[in-house]
Nanobody, 125 residues
Framework: QEQQVETGGGLVQAGGSLRLSCVAS????????MGWFRQAPGKGRTFVAA????????????SVKGRFTVSRDNARDNAKTTVYLQMNNLKPEDTAVYYC??????????????WGQGTQVTVSS
């Protein structure tokens, strides 16, 4: 059974930085793109960023372009992948629970599998 474990969230002041990590395992990960999503209080989950299997291709939602960077490190046996989200110049509107999931591709960010527990990011003004 696939699973994702997200870590790295916390409380930070506006303008600060955080680096989120996601360890995904339990399914045949080879070839899967990975996506980051977030859910702000009282709102639905929205797409943040995605990265292709090779790491060569990335895509971001407009509100985080230039501030967030997604990267990944694939295990040699493809049984596990670690995906990172470096978040700089954080804003209060970035406050949300952040989740990662495999997605069909960077051009089709339909999530695959199930949601993990997420990690809370809170940005104070």
């Amino acid at each position: 059974q696939e699973q994702q474990v997200e870590t790295g969230g916390g409380l930070v002041q506006a303008g600060g930085s955080l680096r989120l990590s996601c360890v995904a395992s339990g399914l045949t990960l080879a070839g899967y793109s990975m996506g980051w999503f977030r859910q702000a209080p009282g709102k639905g989950r929205t797409f943040v960023a995605a990265i292709s299997w090779s790491g060569e291709h990335t895509v971001y939602t407009d509100s985080v372009k230039g501030r967030f960077t997604v990267s990944r490190d694939n295990a040699r046996d493809n049984a596990k992948t670690t995906v990172y989200l470096q978040m700089n110049n954080l804003k209060p509107e970035d406050t949300a629970v952040y989740y990662c999931r495999p997605v069909k591709s960077v051009s089709n960010i339909t999530p695959v599998g199930s949601w993990g527990q997420g990690t809370q990011v809170t940005v104070s003004s």
